[in-house]
């Protein structure tokens, strides 16, 4: 592997034992066993129950595997809704998530901010007959996150509706409370720093009822990835089609480093890690930080405007090895996102700093 | 890499490359770049230029990739038929596509025969009606093919619907006419020897032109993965969501070394290695050629009932280093499986036959 710094959001440097688990993956055949085997449905369960530990979901939560956290907010939407959705847009992906739900002929209702502006709980004004609430807790075009504090207000304010979280970008990072929500949903590119190519979609008993409702009514809610049938698969450790084994495997591989490591000194990195990087940028004559409340700067995705433009940025950190994210679609030239994963220590952080010192 | 040699009809064992190619892009920072970069766009426009001159598909052909195969069967539901398919059931895999489209809510139409039996054109009796014809070319449950020969017919037959054709468990076997139909899926754990986690769904503009007709008439056609979607991104050698990066890049690989040895000679030595099963079988007294009709027989997964439950036969096999596949679901015990794709050798399909001979 090239030792190439991949500080960008999204695919991302991969996490230093990946490389170590893919070729254990490949001695061990694990791409040419059978998914209907007990080797795989062992590999399924180590990678579900470690998922499970490592973000302290509680045992009534289910956690399935599909091809990506895009695919999720499909599913979430023909499994969870039967008219009315609810999304707090602020960026690229909450908005995407939005016209998800219109394209699959919901009628999704929204509260729209600023780019760069975040959302308290006390923002929502979401209608009464709201069947599913989606926030982002960390928008990746943006870099804005909504507060866990303020995520677990809004199952007290709308007690009825089912919440969704969409956390591509910030798992492991946050520390939710699953007494307040009922789903949350990210990809393995990001924080697990994984290839690209599996979603993981948490959800509750609540979830999987409002989908065997929806279903008894005669609503189309999908087919081999509807809730009903991947929970059938799951409880015996299996998926419907035939998954991303190395994926599945390896995810289970890393979950389990971070175990080793603890979760607690993972987050404790991460805000160390932010708090080297927004501090550098507030002293920097060439970056500003872009969200101006405190409470909504993300920890995973850290965002600054830039005088250099961005792409001028990685070819000055090209020949140190190191390359960050530009600015999302038009923000692309003027602003940077720069990725703090775990796959990234304090030292590689520092070291990226030095460089950005320009 | 273990040497064992899993001779499953999918999973299946790998392509002798794989693990070199896997390397590769971890050396090449594969897995870390971005999915909208230039970089990634010359990998998935790589891998659509080597399927499509491996598989000798036309220029008004697109390529997609997806989750799973079995995703396809979901969106060509979705995105070519209003209310009418038309499906030829003769096993597991071919009755759960007419079953997706059932719980697509979608009026579905099945001719179905025994487990073991095959279609010609002539048996089709789909109603006028009929959008799109959902055939099987090979269904791995059974070991049962549709002569290529056949499928062609079916175009001069329905001329008004759309045809598509499972590939799953025998490209890049058959060499398909293109002009006889208007729609393949795949995927790469089987005839492509590849880690299971990516589907390839080939369509032309009439599929295209049908999900546009049916989004203007307002019917949902899914979200991200409609083809109106896929095609945007995939002109520009993109996809709509972060995809398996790697996967794509492997299989790109693999269809280049697969164009290097000719695809004339992959088939050449698909059917020679087939023949020596089909004739070993023949002549053993513990096993029996399951599927009756010669025509009809599957080069790609061989099906024979057996005397000696199959798992006790790779009991044999494994100190041998060697796996089979068993029978599907209440034929597991009765009968075997054995895969023929491209990964394997002749000699290592005599060394099969050879360990056979109990």
Partial sequence: ?????????????????????????????????????????????????????????????????????TEVWDRVIENCVEQHSYHCVNGSFSKRFYETAKELNKNATKIEVEFGKGFNADDLNAPIETELICLTHNETSAG????????????????????????????????????????????????????????????????????????????????????????????????????????????GKVAGDMLSIGIDNIRKDTETKAKLLYEFIQNSTNFEIFVNEPAHRSQTVIVANTVIPSPQINKILEPHNMAIGTGYAKYKEQQVRIANFPAFSIDDVEKLIEKLKL
Avoid at 6 to 15: A, C, E, K
Avoid at 28 to 34: G, H, K, L, N
């Fill in 1 to 69: 592997m090239s030792n190439k710094l991949y500080f960008t959001p999204g695919p991302s440097g991969l996490y230093p034992t990946v490389p170590f688990h893919i070729q254990n993956a490949l001695n061990e055949d694990v791409c040419a066993i059978s998914h209907r085997s007990k080797k795989y449905e062992a590999i399924h369960e180590n990678t579900v129950q470690n998922l499970k530990e490592l973000l302290n979901i509680p045992d009534n939560f289910h956690l399935f595997f599909t091809g990506s956290a």
């Fill in 144 to 251: 804005v996150s909504m507060p866990v504090s303020e995520i677990n207000k809004v199952k007290d304010k709308y007690p009825n509706a089912l919440i969704v979280v969409d956390a591509v970008s910030s798992m492991p990072y946050p520390n939710f409370d699953y007494s307040k929500i009922d789903s949350v949903l990210f990809s393995v590119q990001k924080g697990f720093g994984m290839p690209a190519g599996l979603g993981v979609w948490i959800v509750n008993e609540r979830c999987i009822e409002k989908s065997k409702l929806l279903q008894t009514k005669g609503i189309s809610i999908g087919t081999y990835h509807n809730l009903p049938s991947l929970l059938s698969k799951g409880i015996n450790n299996q998926t419907p089609e035939t998954p991303n084994v190395l994926g599945i495997y390896v995810l």
